[in-house]
């Protein structure tokens, strides 16, 4: 167990539908930073936020979003969902912005019917 | 931006025997090197990682080298045992430049198999 919880675990969904996936980081970390993970794509880097704010973006789509909360939990906002969202999603947490170790959460699986 | 490649994409090896896989990476900005195991269907495990100011680092069985000139870094496994097998995913980073990003680019994944 690394610490990081997300919910849901599962997530079935209908094409065009917007869904919120929630991650608590691990007790002292401030970053939380975004994974989609799929068969053709692999894992890749969507977004990072360090104590509440955005900190970086990577390979996200404008129909996603996502914040950091004061309390530092995040949500990732998925909007106008297509088929090829379908995907497993992790949230993973370092303590600093900097290039520290990064442990992922169990993730949740999103298909979009 | 980064891009990591990782060879190879499957590796059989006998059990006790060793294991070892490659990357390289593009960007010599990067300074951080995680290598991460994945079961089917768990998330992404952190073994080893290294950084840029080092050329190797073990931990136990496993063992990690990183050649900076050449931009390229290597897992190694030694004495194979049947519940290494996984998917490992190699990954970098580079330092933060401003707004730069800490998101990891990763490797393809490599799928190891431990024959009995």
């Known amino acids: 167990d690394s610490g990081v919880t997300q919910t849901p675990k599962h997530l079935i969904t209908a094409t065009g539908q917007r869904v919120t996936l929630r991650c608590s980081p691990r007790?002292?970390?401030?970053?939380v930073y975004w994974y989609q993970q799929s068969l053709d794509q692999g894992l890749q880097f969507l977004i990072q936020y360090y104590n509440g704010e955005e900190r970086a973006k990577g390979n996200i789509l404008e129909r996603f979003s996502a914040q950091q909360f004061p309390d530092l939990h995040s949500e990732l906002n998925l909007s106008s969902l297509e088929l090829g969202d379908s995907a497993l999603y992790f949230c993973?947490?370092?303590?600093?912005?900097?290039?520290?170790?990064?442990?992922f959460g169990p993730g949740t699986r999103l298909t979009v019917t | 931006g980064e891009n990591v490649e990782q060879h190879p994409s499957t590796l059989s090896v006998q059990e006790g025997d060793s294991a070892v896989i490659k990357c390289t990476y593009s960007d010599s900005a990067s300074n951080y090197f995680p290598w991460y195991k994945q079961e089917l269907g768990k998330r992404p495990q952190l073994i080893i990682d290294i950084r840029s100011n080092v050329g190797e680092k073990k931990d136990q069985r496993i063992a990690v080298t990183l050649n900076k000139t050449a931009k390229h870094f290597s897992l190694h496994i030694t004495e194979t045992q049947p519940e290494d097998s996984a998917v490992y995913f190699c990954?970098?980073?580079?330092?933060?430049?401003?707004?730069?990003?800490?998101?990891?680019?990763f490797g393809k994944g490599t799928h190891l198999i431990i024959q009995p």
């Open positions: 993973a947490s370092s303590y600093s912005g900097g290039p520290y170790e990064q442990y």
């Open positions: 007790s002292g970390d401030l970053s």
């Open positions: 990954a970098a980073t580079q330092p933060p430049s401003g707004g730069g990003a800490d998101g990891l680019t």
